[in-house]
T-cell receptor, first 113, second 111 residues
Framework: SQTIHQWPATLVQPVGSPLSLECTVE??????LYWYRQAAGRGLQLLFY??????ISSEVPQNLSASRPQDRQFILSSKKLLLSDSGFYLC????????????FGQGTRLTVV | KQEVTQIPAALSVPEGENLVLNCSFT??????LQWFRQDPGKGLTSLLL?????REQTSGRLNASLDKSSGRSTLYIAASQPGDSATYLC??????????FGSGTQLTVLP
C-alpha cells in the first residue's frame, strides 16, 4: 500500500535560518506531489506541485522553493526563513491522473521565532 | 480559477443527530471531489472520493453526493458521535491538476 513520510514533525527555527522539509512516498510511481501550507485558522494553501522529477510549479510567490530530485522525493526549502513562514506544512501525493484518493503526510509544524 | 466554499464554517450538534455539510465549487470541469477529515494538529485523512462520473459514494455512516453541473457536493453523517468531531474539508481536482480546498467545516458533536 502507499505510504507517505514527512519529517520532521515539529520544527522551531530562528528568523533568517535555512529550512529543509522532506517528503517521501512509498508504494507508487510517477505520483503527483504537492506541498501545502495551513496557517492558523485558515485553509490549505497550495505552495508547489510536481508532476515529475525536476518539474516544479509554484502557485504563490514566496520565500520558499521546492525540488524533486527523485520520483518519490519532494523537498521544501528556504534560504532565509521569515516570521510569516510559520505554519503547518503538509505534503501530499496523488496518482498521475488523480483517479484515486490523494494522501497526506502527518505534517510539519514550523514555528519561526 | 477554481474556488471552493464550505458552509457552515462551524457546526455543533448533539450526539445521535444526522447532519449535512455543504461544499460548492465554481468550475464544474473537475475530475473528482474528495472529502477529508482533519483532527487538530494532524494531517488529513481521506474519507470519500467521488469521480466526476459518479453521483455518490458511501462509507459506513458517511455518504457523499456530487452534482457536478451545479457545482455542489454534500457530506451526510448519520447518527453522529463525539468521535466525529473534527474539521471536514472538501477538495476538487480539476484540469489544472491541482487539489483546491475549501476552508473547512469545524464539527463538534456534543455527548
Amino acid at each position: 500500500s502507499q505510504t507517505i513520510h514527512q519529517w520532521p514533525a515539529t520544527l522551531v527555527q530562528p528568523v533568517g535560518s535555512p529550512l529543509s522539509l522532506e517528503c517521501t512516498v512509498e508504494g507508487t510511481s510517477n505520483p503527483n506531489l504537492y506541498w501545502y501550507r495551513q496557517a492558523a485558522g485558515r485553509g490549505l494553501q497550495l505552495l508547489f506541485y510536481s508532476v515529475g522529477i525536476g518539474q516544479i510549479s509554484s502557485e504563490v510567490p514566496q520565500n520558499l522553493s521546492a525540488s524533486r530530485p527523485q520520483d518519490r522525493q519532494f523537498i521544501l526549502s528556504s534560504k532565509k526563513l521569515l516570521l510569516s513562514d510559520s505554519g503547518f506544512y503538509l505534503c501530499a501525493w496523488g496518482s498521475l491522473w488523480m483517479n484515486t484518493e490523494a494522501f497526506f503526510g502527518q505534517g510539519t509544524r514550523l514555528t519561526v521565532v | 480559477k477554481q474556488e471552493v466554499t464550505q458552509i457552515p464554517a462551524a457546526l455543533s450538534v448533539p450526539e445521535g443527530e444526522n447532519l449535512v455539510l455543504n461544499c460548492s465549487f465554481t468550475d464544474s470541469a473537475i475530475y473528482n471531489l474528495q472529502w477529508f477529515r482533519q483532527d487538530p494538529g494532524k494531517g488529513l485523512t481521506s474519507l470519500l472520493l467521488i469521480q466526476s462520473s459518479q453521483r455518490e459514494q458511501t462509507s459506513g455512516r458517511l455518504n457523499a453526493s456530487l452534482d457536478k453541473s451545479s457545482g455542489r457536493s454534500t457530506l451526510y453523517i448519520a447518527a453522529s458521535q463525539p468521535g466525529d468531531s473534527a474539521t471536514y474539508l472538501c477538495a476538487v481536482f480539476g484540469s489544472a491538476r491541482q487539489l483546491t480546498f475549501g476552508s473547512g467545516t469545524q464539527l463538534t458533536v456534543l455527548p
